[in-house]
């Protein structure tokens, strides 16, 4: 039995794990149970081939929504296909690794065979956006594939399942920038300009979103 009482119509048509959580389209299933940290790659292959949902698994529509951290708004690069945005929405309210800040990924006892196309960032960014666009492209890393993300058409910020304020994903952004600096560092000055770049485009779309001083303004009154 579910555990959540109301899902989008696509969500509630997943099987459920045994805690009651809807199981996504991307889980691998390891000796009949749900392995929520692993992909199914022919999922992943249909998911591209097939324009399906990452989540829900059914045929996308003209929007596709990108669930990332804010370090991935920067690069536009995503290690997962997009889902439809009712599904992203429901992903960032109930995860309870998106929703949870403190909560790591749990690589123990990982199955053979798993990867991880690009390089992952090992931590939880606390910060989580539902990044909306048209259009993206898709190609070959790691032996894997990896997502460039268009331009966004909607973007939203969430934190602990609930609309992320200006300041919680600024300080996502600052404590987790270093990441993207120093690999900027290895590939030499062309990366690090691009990387410059990257910034100043994320951070015009930012002000546009969730404007600093509105939250400043508001700030100041309740002060």
Not at 60 to 81: D, H, Q, T, W
Not at 149 to 158: H, L, N, S, Y
């Amino acid at each position: 039995m579910s555990r959540f009482e109301q899902m989008p119509p696509r969500i509630a048509k997943l099987p459920v794990d045994e805690r009651g959580y809807p199981v996504p389209y991307f889980v691998e299933w390891v000796d009949g149970k749900p392995d929520f940290r692993v992909m199914n790659q022919q999922h992943l292959v249909d998911a591209i081939k097939f324009a399906r949902c990452w989540i829900c698994g059914e045929k996308l529509g003209r929007y596709k929504a990108f669930v990332i951290g804010p370090m991935c708004c920067i690069n536009r690069i995503s290690a997962e296909p997009p889902s439809h945005y009712d599904c992203a929405r429901f992903a960032v309210e109930a995860c309870p690794f998106l929703t949870r800040p403190m909560a790591k990924r749990n690589t123990r006892a990982m199955p053979d065979g798993s990867w991880t196309a690009g390089i992952m960032l090992d931590r939880n960014p606390g910060v989580t956006c539902i990044w909306v666009t048209l259009g993206y492209r898709w190609f070959n890393d790691n032996g894997g594939v990896l997502f460039k993300i268009g331009d966004p058409e909607r973007m939203q910020f969430f934190r602990e399942g609930r609309p992320a304020t200006r300041a919680e994903v600024d300080h996502s952004i600052a404590t987790g920038v270093h990441h993207l600096n120093d690999l900027a560092r290895t590939e030499g000055a062309k990366a690090i300009g691009q990387l410059e770049d990257y910034k100043r485009r994320f951070r015009e779309i930012l002000d546009r979103t969730l404007p600093q001083a509105k939250e400043a303004s508001d700030a100041a009154r309740a002060s």
